[in-house]
């Protein structure tokens, strides 16, 4: 069977809530709605029947290898888990983070190809595995659907641009911050902050696995919260970051910018 392809959209058709979130400014964005969130009822109904849910645990089995045949598309419906890669050291790389409504595999699924990535569960995962086939063939039924995937891709690839420009330009300090803002707004999406301002970072990140993500030693990454702490923007505890000022936050970020 041929590969799937999206539909033209209508000439006088509007911007839903999923494309728009990919085109704010990249320093205040926020991620694209998650994929399984901008379906309809109908469409989960659909997704459910295709595929089964499947549970994973830290320390147990990926949900799925970096290098392995790509033949189903996740979908994690609770919890999170972090996009890692090995550098030609061994040294493993944290890439992004992916949590509730998140896709897993889709681009690799769709197009026969390799996983390009190691996806680790950092808490108990509750996700719906979807074969490929049935995958694409749903979106052939229900071509709306592929807005949404395409909105996925999308914010993905200004997530790779934007790391890229901020790595260009910034030391390991403002990196680290940086990444904290993107982290703070991904996680308002879940929960609140706090009546004082604060926003806990939800996926459950080391220390080790913040540096690594912004390609940081662990003493960069160490002088880098000492930095954020001494400032009162950030607090700290085992795979706990809390930020306590996000407006402070981003004006360090904004100085960075200045200063580079």
Not at 39 to 51: D, H, I, K, V, Y
Not at 53 to 72: I, K, M, Q, W, Y
């Amino acid at each position: 069977m041929g590969q799937s392809s999206p539909p033209r959209p209508p000439p006088d058709r509007g911007l839903d809530r999923a494309e728009v979130r990919v085109r704010e400014g990249p320093m205040e964005r926020l991620p694209a709605i998650p994929f399984w969130e901008a379906l309809g009822e109908a469409e989960r109904a659909l997704l459910r029947r295709a595929g089964r849910v499947r549970e994973f645990r830290p320390g147990a089995e990926p949900l799925c290898f970096e290098g392995d045949a790509s033949t189903h598309v996740i979908i994690i419906m609770e919890g999170w888990a972090k996009v890692i890669s090995p550098t030609g050291s061994g040294r493993e790389v944290v890439l992004a983070v992916r949590g509730p409504g998140d896709m897993v595999g889709e681009v690799s699924a769709m197009f026969d190809r390799p996983r390009s990535a190691t996806v680790q569960p950092l808490v108990n995962i509750t996700a719906l595995s979807v074969p490929a086939q049935r995958f694409r063939t749903f979106l052939d039924d229900n071509p709306q659907c592929w807005w949404p995937l395409m909105a996925t891709v999308v914010d993905r690839m200004g997530d790779l641009g934007n790391r890229l420009r901020v790595h260009a330009g910034s030391d390991g300090t403002c990196r680290l911050a940086h990444l904290l803002v993107h982290l703070a707004e991904l996680s308002l999406r879940y929960r609140p902050a706090t009546a004082d301002g604060r926003i806990q970072i939800l996926p459950p990140l080391s220390q080790a696995d913040l540096g690594s993500w912004v390609d940081a030693s662990r003493e960069t990454a160490a002088r880098g919260f000492g930095e954020l702490r001494d400032q009162g923007l950030v607090a700290t505890a085992y795979k706990k970051v809390t930020v306590l000022d996000l407006p402070g936050l981003r004006g360090f970020v904004a100085r960075c910018a200045t200063d580079s």
